[in-house]
């Protein structure tokens, strides 16, 4: 049960970071992304390949997954920045799979590299220095878990302190609409490349962090469900509110995980039991929607002095 709670900790870790970057350009600034988990892709395989084929040590291969879904998330607003919510939407998403094609018919290095094979053997950070003192697996999870939490409190922290600056007021203008932005004088095109830079950024140290720890990677692990999974971790927790997001992270990745244990107690078959977890995210997320629209955290709305 320890080792489970570790992983647990740790897995919604991750994705609380991935949560905090939707949360920052669909609660802050009010874009449909629905292609979200192509950063978290570009992150994990940008430093996989630097690590893995070209030698580079991990913290520089995180920071260019980092930099690298930032571009991404650049060059995917240029031509998109001025397009209203429902085609922005269905650019994001094509964005995606064509992020995530090119990695499944791109073979990486020798044969069954790359691919469908997807990558094996990533190296995790510090690892041979725990085996070369004696210690356990066990202690290593439980250090990549205390990683994973400090890196989480500063992307909280940074994405906090965005919302709170100039450009955070003005991204929360452009959710109310462009013509409030417009007519401040705010390039409201700028404002959506800047932000979908940042949370592109913080999903590709997202999926760097994925990959060091899960030490292998497929294109299979980048399906657009995720993308809807951190909608739904997202609208769970309450769109704007950054807490929110991380709480409603812990929720799903909880109800996600937590089928190895009612398996046993039920008689129903492993094909359907996967299945059946998605459906009762679903009904959740809708009486959500219909009860409590604001999420279980709402955005605290900021109350100025006469």
């Not at 210690?135 to 906090?160: E, H, K, P, Q």
Request: glycine content about 10%; overall charge neutral; some cysteine.
């Amino acid at each position: 049960m320890i080792e489970f709670l570790v992983y647990l900790v740790t897995i919604a870790g991750i994705w609380s970071i991935l949560s905090l970057s939707l949360n920052l350009q669909y609660g802050v600034a009010g874009l449909v992304n629905l292609g979200h988990v192509a950063f978290f892709m570009l992150g994990a395989y940008t430093s996989t390949i630097l690590v893995v084929l070209f030698g580079a040590p991990i913290f520089i291969g995180m920071i260019a997954g980092a930099v690298a879904a930032a571009l991404f998330g650049m060059i995917l607003a240029l031509p998109a920045a001025n397009l209203k919510e429902d085609y922005w939407a269905i650019t994001t998403l094509a964005a995606a799979e064509i992020v995530r094609i090119i990695f499944l018919n791109t073979r990486l290095g020798s044969d069954y590299v790359g691919e469908a094979f997807g990558v094996s053997g990533i190296p995790r950070p510090l690892r041979e220095w725990f085996d070369a003192n004696g210690l356990t697996s066990a202690d290593y999870n439980i250090f990549y878990m205390v990683l994973v939490l400090v890196v989480l409190l500063g992307c909280l922290l940074f994405v906090r302190y965005i919302a709170a600056s100039p450009i955070g007021r003005s991204l929360k203008a452009i959710r109310e609409g462009d013509e409030v932005a417009l007519a401040l004088g705010k390039s409201v095109g700028l404002l959506r490349i800047k932000v979908m830079a940042l949370g592109g950024a913080l999903g590709g140290l997202a999926g760097a962090l994925f990959a060091h720890y899960n030490a292998y990677i497929a294109p299979e692990y980048f399906l657009p469900l995720e993308t809807f999974i951190v909608w739904a971790m997202v609208i769970l927790g309450g769109p704007g509110n950054f807490v929110g997001a991380i709480v409603g992270t812990i929720i799903i990745q909880a109800l996600y995980n937590s089928t190895r244990f009612i398996a046993p107690l039920i008689d129903i078959e492993p094909g359907v039991l996967g299945p059946l977890r998605m459906i009762v995210i679903a009904v959740i997320i809708i009486l959500v929607i219909m009860f409590m629209p604001n999420g279980i955290v709402p955005e605290r709305k900021r109350r100025y002095g006469r």
